[in-house]
C-alpha cells in the first residue's frame, strides 16, 4: 500500500506540474499574440492604407477629430452608451477603436467621415428630451449649427479630406453671406452720408459762383442785382440745352478756385474709402478673433471630458 500511495502521490504531482507549465504556455502564448497584435497595429502598411480606404492612420490624439465616429462605433458595435463611460473607460475604448481603424477593420462608412447630424442623439445617451413642441425644422437647423461647429473644429493641426473640404466651404459661405449683409448695410449708411455731403459742397460751390456773379455793389442795389443773378442762374441750371464754360461763369480765377474745391472733394473721397477699408478689416479680425475662440472652447471642453477619469 506504501508503495501505490507514493507512486499515486508522483502521479498527482506530475499532473499539477503539467497543468501548471500548459497554463504558462498559455499565458505566453496569449501574451505573445497581444504584443504582436500591438506591434501590427503600429505598422501602417500599403495594405492597412488600403483597407482604410485611403484614410491615414489615427493615434489618441485624434479623439476630438473621430469623437462623433468613436460614439457611434461605442453603441452599434460595442452596445454602449458614451455618457455612461467614465474616463478610463473611454480611453481604453478608444484605443481599441483606434487599433480597428488602423487594421481597416471598420466600415467603410467610418472612414468617409460621420456628421453629427447623421447620428440620432438616442444613440449617444439613454437620455431622452421632451421636446413635444420643437419641430423639425428647429432639431433640423441645431443639428446643423452643431455640425458646423464640429466640421470647423477638424482643421486643427491636420490636413483637410473632401468631406470636410466641403463642409467648411459650407460654413464659411453662411458667414460671408451674414457679413455681406452687414456690409450691404453700412454701405447704404456710407452712400447716404455721402450724398449729403456731396449736396452741401455743391451748395457751397453754387454760392461761391454766385457770389462771383453777383455785383460788388451795396444796399438796396446790391440786393437786387444778387436776386437777378440768383434768378439767371438757376434757371440756367433747369435748362440743360445751355452750357456755359468757366471762365463765363467765373472767370479766371474763380476757376483756379473751382479747381482747388474740386481737389478737396476728391480728397475727402480717398479719406472715407480709406475709413471703410480700415473698418472692414477690423470687422474680419474680430469675426475670425470669434470663431478662434469658440473653436477653442469645444477643444478644452473635449479635453476636460477626455482626462476626467486619472492618468
Do not use: C
Amino acid at each position: 500500500m506504501s508503495s501505490h500511495k507514493r507512486q499515486r502521490d508522483h502521479d498527482q504531482d506530475r499532473d499539477i506540474e503539467k497543468g501548471r507549465h500548459g497554463r504558462d504556455k498559455q499565458r505566453k502564448h496569449r501574451k505573445s499574440k497581444r504584443e504582436g497584435d500591438d506591434v501590427e497595429s503600429e505598422v501602417d502598411d500599403e495594405a492597412a492604407t488600403a483597407r482604410r480606404y485611403g484614410r491615414p492612420a489615427i493615434n489618441e490624439d485624434d479623439y476630438f477629430v473621430k469623437s462623433t465616429e468613436f460614439q457611434l462605433w461605442l453603441r452599434q458595435e460595442k452596445k454602449l452608451f458614451f455618457n455612461d463611460l467614465s474616463g478610463a473607460e473611454t480611453r481604453t475604448y478608444f484605443d481599441k477603436f483606434v487599433k480597428r481603424w488602423n487594421r481597416g477593420k471598420l466600415q467603410k462608412r467610418y472612414y468617409e467621415g460621420i456628421s453629427t447630424s447623421e447620428v440620432p442623439a438616442a444613440e449617444r445617451s439613454r437620455h431622452k428630451w421632451n421636446f413635444k413642441n420643437l419641430n423639425e425644422d428647429a432639431l433640423a437647423n441645431a443639428r446643423d449649427s452643431v455640425d458646423s461647429l464640429t466640421q470647423s473644429s477638424k482643421q486643427l493641426n491636420r490636413p483637410l479630406d473632401v468631406l470636410e473640404q466641403k463642409s467648411r466651404a459650407a460654413a464659411e459661405a453662411r458667414s460671408k453671406s451674414r457679413l455681406e449683409r452687414d456690409d450691404d448695410l453700412d454701405k447704404a449708411e456710407q452712400e447716404r452720408i455721402a450724398r449729403k455731403r456731396e449736396q452741401r459742397n455743391m451748395r457751397k460751390d453754387q454760392e461761391m459762383v454766385l457770389e462771383e456773379l453777383a455785383p460788388k455793389a451795396t444796399g438796396r442795389d446790391a440786393l437786387i442785382e444778387k436776386r437777378r443773378a440768383q434768378n439767371a442762374y438757376h434757371k440756367q441750371e433747369r435748362d440743360v440745352d445751355v452750357e456755359l464754360n468757366d471762365r463765363d461763369l467765373m472767370g479766371g480765377d474763380s476757376l483756379a478756385s473751382y479747381k482747388r474745391a474740386h481737389e478737396r472733394r476728391e480728397e475727402r473721397k480717398k479719406e472715407r474709402r480709406d475709413e471703410r477699408s480700415t473698418e472692414m478689416a477690423g470687422k474680419v479680425a474680430a469675426y475670425r478673433a470669434k470663431e478662434d475662440a469658440t473653436l477653442a472652447m469645444f477643444k478644452q471642453l473635449a479635453q476636460n471630458r477626455f482626462g476626467s477619469g486619472g492618468g
